[in-house]
């Protein structure tokens, strides 16, 4: 256990003695499940039962090596997907609300996964409460808002509930305070990277797409719009240009915007001579074994998916990313761009921005203040700075490109001058329309008529009235409105 690991654990413990949900932030790579698995060798040793939820199936195994490995005894300690518990717990409810949970392990098709089996209780047992868990761990803790997580919390009112993430948000601003009692920051990201627990980074942003027109949807971009708007020929090429000019050779995921996107740039990767292969949802498990293992023994270069390899994965010999997805959320960004920083001696992580992102969220390592309210929405607050030469991004604190050493520009306040300009020459001008009067007005072009019309606010029929009577063109469209009024 590292000095920052087991102070976390202390304040954990001390937070307890009056809370009883508690939610601990700690950035990517900073060692959670060692520290989960601690606090699950505690509870465990002293005879109390643990539930951990995780989200994503390929996570119960990996952490079930983890804790086994640090002596948790997994008689009392229940790793399972919250989907499956709580489908579960949700029909035992129904069928006899007497009826006591037994969580355990069972393997299933080469997975583990939680079977909850419905046990009664035993003779003089009251209520079943040695079947229940005394502590739930929560990984990737900003999901335990979904009605999936709270009717498990809601099962178990008596368990004391810990939580885990290194964005203690969700999407749509809103805090975790409707969840978890208490918040307790560990050290930082900048922090883990000065003290050798986390790689160093180069960050590159060479926009590929103009993201300025997706459309929303529960706060995220709208998949499908996002899916068009990448899946392009000329992008999978510029990908391909732009890796090699920055990151040749280094061991790299790719994070697409859908399967096709992920294919299509695998294919453009491999098109210019290099190893690369594509992961997707549907993939056989034993297949993605094998890529993965293929990819960590270097016979494969680069990895492409479509939220394939997002929270929880542990790739430490991984030395890109490449962003190719648009995001509003800060956890995805956070989890995604941070996946080559996992510490190796001598390694410094590339991460390549073709979508904007940093300008969205800055950079992996900015300091942020984390809370349980929900966070009040604010505007152009994030502050980088872009290098014209090298398209290196870095903090606007410093006067040169750290990586090229080209001076910085200094740069323009976040209002655009053009724009201003170009609104208070057409108020002007609307102002001016309006001052004319109609018999001192000259038209030369239809654009001309509808500036005047919508200026007096005319009807739409005076245009078409106006051009005729001038013998000027109008858009053909309109042919069927001179036909029926004119």
């Not at 919250?82 to 579960?88: A, E, F, G, M």
């Not at 984390?370 to 872009?386: D, M, T």
Request: proline share 4%; hydrophobic share 35%; charged share 30%.
């Amino acid at each position: 256990m590292r000095n920052y690991q087991t102070k976390l654990i202390a304040d954990i413990r001390k937070s307890a003695a009056s809370h009883r949900s508690i939610v601990a932030v700690l950035g990517c790579g900073g060692g959670k499940s060692v520290i989960q698995a601690e606090i699950a060798r505690l509870a465990t040793s002293k005879g109390n039962r643990v539930l951990f939820l995780v989200h994503r199936l390929e996570l119960c195994e990996q952490i079930r090596r983890t804790f086994e490995g640090q002596g948790v005894d997994m008689k009392l300690c229940t790793v399972g997907m919250v989907q499956t518990i709580s489908r579960r717990l949700s029909s035992q409810s129904q069928e006899c609300e007497h009826d006591i949970p037994d969580f355990h392990i069972q393997k299933e098709s080469g997975t583990t996964a939680a079977r909850p089996a419905v046990r009664k209780p035993a003779k003089g047992r009251r209520d079943g409460d040695k079947e229940k868990p005394a502590l739930i761990i929560t990984d990737e803790a900003h999901h335990s808002t979904a009605t999936t997580y709270r009717r498990i919390y809601d099962y178990f009112p008596d368990a004391l509930r810990l939580g885990f993430t290194a964005t203690p948000i969700r999407l749509n601003h809103g805090g975790l305070g409707e969840v978890y009692e208490d918040l307790i920051e560990s050290v930082s990201t900048r922090w883990l990277i000065d003290h050798g627990f986390l790689a160093d980074y180069k960050y590159y942003s060479v926009e590929l797409a103009d993201t300025s027109k997706l459309r929303t949807r529960a706060g995220e971009f709208k998949a499908d719009d996002v899916a068009k708007l990448m899946n392009n020929k000329v992008i999978y090429g510029s990908t391909v240009e732009q890796w090699e000019k920055l990151a040749k050779g280094k061991k790299t995921i790719c994070y697409c915007a859908g399967v096709a996107a992920s294919k299509a740039t695998a294919e453009a990767f491999r098109a210019a001579g290099h190893t690369a292969y594509s992961l997707d949802g549907k993939t056989p498990q034993e297949e993605r074994d094998s890529v993965m293992e293929r990819f960590r023994s270097g016979e494969i270069t680069i990895l492409c998916n479509a939220d394939l390899f997002g929270e929880g994965l542990d790739v430490p010999d991984c030395e890109c990313t490449v962003l190719l997805r648009p995001t509003q959320s800060l956890t995805l960004y956070i989890q995604q761009a941070m996946r080559s920083m996992r510490y190796m001696p001598g390694k410094t992580a590339i991460i390549i921005d073709h979508v904007g992102n940093c300008y969205r969220h800055g950079l992996p390592d900015d300091p942020r203040e984390w809370s349980l309210e929900p966070k009040r929405r604010q505007e152009n607050i994030v502050k980088i700075r872009e290098c014209r030469e090298c398209f290196a991004v870095y903090p606007p604190t410093l006067s040169k490109c750290p990586y090229c050493g080209a001076e910085a520009e200094h740069e323009k306040r976040t209002v655009n001058r053009k724009t201003v300009d170009v609104d208070l020459k057409e108020i002007r001008r609307q102002e001016k329309i309006r001052n004319t009067r109609l018999q001192d007005a000259e038209f030369e072009t239809w654009e001309d008529i509808v500036e005047f019309q919508k200026a007096k606010r005319y009807k739409f029929a005076w245009c078409l009235h106006t051009a005729i009577k001038y013998g000027i063109a109008y858009p053909p469209k309109y042919n069927y409105m001179v036909r029926r009024f004119l």
